[in-house]
């Protein structure tokens, strides 16, 4: 799995991003970087649909949570470029 646990939560560092060629075809790349933009997306709404849930006086925890989905997002926006980049090379984009 590409996600590690750190004390602000799930990241997909991007060490593992770039390495996912190293050990994978690119059929198999292009497969688990869908299988990781969908779960990222679900975690992001995750994130976002429980802002709605917090209360007045939580704005620490509401500032994390904020910052934890800003962050997938963009880990998001670099998987979405890699799909793109595996498309292209494959002749399907």
Not at 7 to 12: A, K, Q, R, S, Y
Not at 30 to 45: I, K, M, N, S, Y
Not at 60 to 89: F, H, K
């Amino acid at each position: 799995m590409i996600l590690s646990l750190c004390p602000d939560g799930p990241v997909l560092s991007r060490i593992a991003i770039s390495g996912y060629a190293q050990r994978m075809s690119k059929d198999e790349e292009l497969q688990q970087v869908e299988a990781d933009l969908e779960r990222l997306r679900a975690e992001v709404t995750a994130l976002r649909d429980q802002l709605g849930d917090l209360g007045p006086t939580d704005s620490v925890e509401r500032s994390q949570l904020i910052y934890m989905a800003d962050e997938q997002e963009g880990l998001i926006s670099e998987l979405e470029a890699r799909r793109d980049a595996l498309l292209s090379a494959s002749g399907e984009g």
